[in-house]
């Protein structure tokens, strides 16, 4: 069995271009959608297929960008080719031949087109039957793109870019979407011969085209399932069109597996929301990083909820956010709730109005109602927190952890300074200030005695 058997695969990101349209201090390819910068999409998609060398050609913003990318995807080991002058495509493709093995395939792709997507690369890669296949599209309004000019057979014959093309050329609404799979010879045998004899003076990667069609190759082209995933960002207009074009597919995706959204243009998803049946999902919600969604969840509106999972029958009240959580069943939380990361809420537990939670575990059943900061505490089951109960776990130096056992009842507005443990069916009385450890079943004061003056006479203002 020999080696070569399998076709390696490359792919090359076009990532040169300034932006300029874009008014930003910022390389365009990291300017985000959906919270994630456009070229960590490109990479993220391309990387579902089995490739073996990533190629980004890049310029303007360089250093920021390879820092940026490499720092998220140590993983793909990418490989960075400088094109200092923005001579045209074909001269970007140019400029990584040597990072490109003499056999394989190569898929050509844009840093600022982020939204193509797999399952349309697997496609396109599986057309290259005779050295090039391309994603084209027919379209309302083919302006400024390059044309594709079709024989008689309906053969791709050629490439006619906007500003060389003839008024009969301009008239053809199938176009370029400028992604294709390339055999490697291919772009090594034609791209040294390129020349920049056009309109624009630019070296131009679709003349590859009608270099492929002298050689009798025939080309194949596929249309991908969505127009967006062609659409390249070139302004913020653009780039907020196609962050909505992503919600919207995402959203109706959703919808399928049973989401009831109040108002589907009034839902952010900037990562991915898996979700179980029958969730409702209240308007001005946004989901970031990887959020999992159990049965029968009902959030309410304003909700921010990041990289967390929210087990079956949760009821989210209105504007909570909840940060690297682990939310059980049967959970109520909020409204106003911040749960903090490694914060782990059992089944039916409750978290009401204005409490901070961080790297904490509140344990089945227990409660912590009102106005209560809970940091690096461990809460057994059925304990209830009563309101305004703090846990002191930082001296201005260390953090420290506070325990409180099953049936624990804490008093309202006391502070537990950790470290301390309240033990199994422990109270504390309500305004207590505990330092040392509450042992089972007893009840711990805190707290000066009342006392009190008798005919107590208030005081009366001076006069002037
Ligand atoms: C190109 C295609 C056109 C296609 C269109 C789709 C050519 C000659 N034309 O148009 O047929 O319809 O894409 O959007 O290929 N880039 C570099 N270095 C360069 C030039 C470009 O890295 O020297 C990058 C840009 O950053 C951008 C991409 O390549 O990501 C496309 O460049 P752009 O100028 O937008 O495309 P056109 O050449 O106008
Ligand atoms: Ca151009």
Same mark, same amino acid.
């Given at each position: 069995?020999s ?9 090359i ?24 910068? #456009? #070229? ?44 200092t ?25 844009y ?35 390059? =044309? ?19 008024? %009969? ?13 390339v055999? !490697? ?23 590859i ?18 127009a ?37 243009? =009034? ?7 898996? %979700? ?11 989901f ?7 049965d ?12 967390? @999972? ?7 009240k ?6 690297h ?22 089944? !039916? ?9 961080? @790297?904490?575990?509140?344990?089945q ?33 260390? @953090? ?15 502070? #537990? ?43 009366? @203002?001076?006069?002037?």
């Open positions: 069995m080696a070569s058997i399998k076709t390696s695969l490359s792919v990101i076009l990532a040169a271009g300034k932006g300029t349209r874009m008014q930003s201090a910022k390389p365009k390819v990291l300017q985000t959608l959906a919270s994630k910068p #456009l #070229l960590g999409h490109v990479l993220e998609t391309c990387h579902h297929l089995t490739v073996d060398n990533t190629v980004v050609v890049y310029g303007f913003g360089g250093d920021q960008v390879q820092s940026a990318m490499d720092s998220q995807y140590a993983h793909l080991s990418l490989t960075w080719v400088a094109q002058e923005q001579l045209g495509t074909g001269h970007a493709v140019k400029v990584a031949l040597d990072k490109l093995p003499q056999d394989g395939q190569s898929l050509i792709l840093g600022d087109v982020p939204l193509v997507s797999a399952a349309t690369l697997a496609n396109l890669q599986a057309a290259n039957t005779d050295g090039i296949s391309m994603l084209t599209l027919t379209v309302d309004n083919p302006f400024g793109l390059g =044309r594709i000019k079709r024989d008689n057979q309906g053969n791709i014959e050629a490439i006619v870019e906007q500003k060389d093309a003839s008024d %009969a050329e301009q008239k053809i609404t199938e176009i370029n979407s400028g992604i294709y799979c055999d !490697n010879a291919l772009l090594h045998k034609y791209l040294p011969e390129l020349s920049n004899d056009n309109a624009q003076g630019e070296y131009y990667l679709t003349d085209v009608k270099m492929a069609v002298a050689d009798s190759i025939i080309i194949t082209a596929i249309e991908p399932d969505h967006f995933e062609i659409e390249g960002v070139n302004n913020r207009q653009q780039l907020a069109s196609l962050e909505r074009s992503w919600q919207g597919k995402l959203i109706a995706d959703l919808q399928e597996a049973g989401v009831q959204f109040a108002d589907p243009a =009034r839902v952010d998803i900037r990562g991915s929301l898996i %979700a179980g049946q029958d969730v409702f999902v209240d308007v001005g919600v946004v970031e990083g990887d959020c999992v969604l159990g029968n969840v009902y959030i309410e509106a304003g909700c921010v909820i990041k990289s967390s @999972k929210i087990g079956d029958a949760c009821h989210l209105p504007y909570c956010v909840i940060d959580t682990k939310i059980g069943a049967g959970v109520d939380v909020g409204p106003f709730a911040h749960l903090r990361p490694d914060t782990v809420l059992a089944d !039916n537990s409750k978290v009401g109005n204005f409490v901070e939670i961080k @790297k904490s575990v509140v344990g059943g227990s409660k912590v109602n009102h106005l209560s900061y809970i940091g690096d505490a461990t809460i057994g089951s059925n304990a209830n927190i009563g309101a305004g109960t703090i846990t002191c776990n930082y001296d201005g130096a260390n @953090k420290s952890q506070t325990i409180i056992k099953d049936n624990a009842f804490i008093g309202s507005n006391s502070s #537990l300074v950790a470290p301390v443990t309240i033990g199994n069916t422990a109270t504390v009385a309500a305004g207590s200030v505990i330092t040392k450890d509450v042992d089972a079943n007893a009840l711990a004061f805190g707290r000066a005695r009342q006392s009190q003056k008798d005919n107590f006479e208030r005081p009366v @203002k001076n006069k002037k």
